[in-house]
């Protein structure tokens, strides 16, 4: 395994810039997600649509459910984009949570949110499976 070393302060902006353009991006996609959220809400809570009975597409119900969680999921992202701009602030940023060492650049390069070195990251999706 490569030698880790500490990110310099150009990286440490390189990794800053990149997260507040994902949040960015994010903010935007909550934002619509909202807005279709409000519309299906809206259309159970009127009455007037008679979702149970079109053969062509999935019920109110159903709608919701779906955008209800991909709106869960996009917010998780913002509140993970926002710890690892805590993390830059606080001088923590790039070392793992659980363990204290370096996450590695390429690691961060792919996931910047990433609060976990590979292999804690591992060893927690290995405790949950099993």
Do not use: Y
């Amino acid at each position: 395994m490569p030698t880790q070393t500490k990110l310099t302060a150009a990286d440490l902006r390189h990794f800053e810039k990149l997260l507040r353009s994902q949040r960015h991006e994010l903010d935007v996609a909550l934002g619509r997600i909202g807005t279709t959220l409000d519309d299906v809400i809206e259309a159970r809570n009127s009455g007037t649509a008679d979702d149970e009975h079109d053969p062509e597409g999935p019920t109110l119900t159903m709608e919701w459910s779906r955008i209800s969680g991909v709106h869960s999921d996009l917010a998780a992202k913002s509140v993970a984009i926002d710890q690892a701009l805590a993390r830059i602030t606080d001088g923590s940023f790039g070392l793992c949570t659980r363990r204290g060492e370096p996450i590695g650049r390429e690691r961060l390069e792919a996931r910047p949110a990433a609060e976990l070195c590979i292999d804690c990251a591992r060893d927690l999706e290995a405790q949950r499976r099993g």
